[in-house]
């Protein structure tokens, strides 16, 4: 089994042969999470951009630049106008062939994918195993900053794209139609962390388990195969002609189950992006503890 859209992916050898074309970005986009205390505490990754990366490669700060501050949960994506700016400043527009890649499984380049996508720039592509796999292979390293001279950047919203609580309670209360996947770890999911993180142990209702560190293999960071993918969400429930919500903890693994669902060919993937960020504050709001 083939992938219906292998071309949301890019490999090592294909960026080392395109990197230095005049329409290609690339860009890191880590993130690191840190979890202690009954809190996750969100980290830049460009302190590690600055001692390696691949050169050429910029670096794109979600948390700064590429979301909504104004909002009470973190990593909310921002007004069109918003994000068309900083895309802009960053020297992307909505014509480049926009290389991401992080260095923990790929979420964070997913996230950033799926962002573009949804704004109108069909030629943004995740890197397959990401720096694991550049830096794996021997490939160069670079110290030295990467910029690309600015650009316009015109957004065309695709607001289907993005789910918010007024579809998950319908989603609840209908019992069918659609299918939410929870992209949480198993025991996020069924409630054996004691809901750390998110103040409230359990997943929501009806919801089904795909975890985003099941997508790739860990040792070389690529995606597992096409037909090993599209097992894990069939078993889950997914289904091409229904849509999919997939959720998490703030909308970023929950990226990555959508990225690949977008690969596996499903035409109806949102993304709900407050998750359980927003979920859990209500506590009138049910959860299922397995």
Not at 33 to 58: C, D, F, K
Not at 130 to 151: D, I, K, L, N
Request: hydrophobic letters at 40%.
């Amino acid at each position: 089994m083939a992938f219906a859209h292998p071309e949301f992916l890019v490999s090592t050898d294909w960026l080392a042969e395109h990197q230095a074309n005049d329409d290609v970005r690339v860009f890191e986009t880590t993130v690191f999470l840190h979890r202690g205390g009954g809190t996750v505490r969100a980290e830049s990754g460009r302190v590690q951009y600055e001692t390696g990366h691949i050169p050429g490669a910029g670096f794109l700060d979600l948390q700064a630049d590429f979301s909504d501050n104004d909002q009470p949960y973190r990593f909310m994506m921002p007004s069109p106008e918003a994000f068309a700016e900083a895309a802009g400043r960053h020297g992307i527009s909505e014509s480049s062939k926009l290389v991401l890649y992080d260095r923990l499984g790929s979420q964070w380049a997913a996230r950033f994918w799926w962002m573009f996508r949804s704004m109108g720039c069909t030629g943004a592509v995740v890197l397959d195993g990401g720096w694991t796999r550049w830096s794996g292979e021997g490939r160069a390293v670079s110290t030295e900053p990467a910029t690309y001279p600015p650009a316009t950047f015109s957004p065309t919203p695709d607001p289907a794209r993005f789910a918010d609580l007024t579809e998950v309670k319908a989603f609840m209360e209908s019992g069918g139609g659609s299918c939410l996947i929870n992209a949480l770890g198993r025991d996020q999911h069924s409630g054996a962390d004691g809901g750390q993180g998110y103040g409230r142990a359990g997943h929501i209702p009806g919801a089904t388990n795909v975890p985003s560190g099941e997508l790739t293999d860990p040792d070389t960071g690529l995606f597992r195969p096409a037909e090993e993918l599209a097992a894990l969400f069939a078993d889950a429930g997914a289904n091409p002609s229904q849509r999919v919500v997939t959720y998490c903890g703030g909308g970023i693994a929950a990226s990555n189950d959508a990225f690949i669902l977008a690969m596996l060919g499903y035409q109806n993937v949102a993304v709900y992006d407050a998750s359980m960020s927003e979920y859990t504050a209500d506590p009138s709001l049910p959860l299922v503890a397995d």
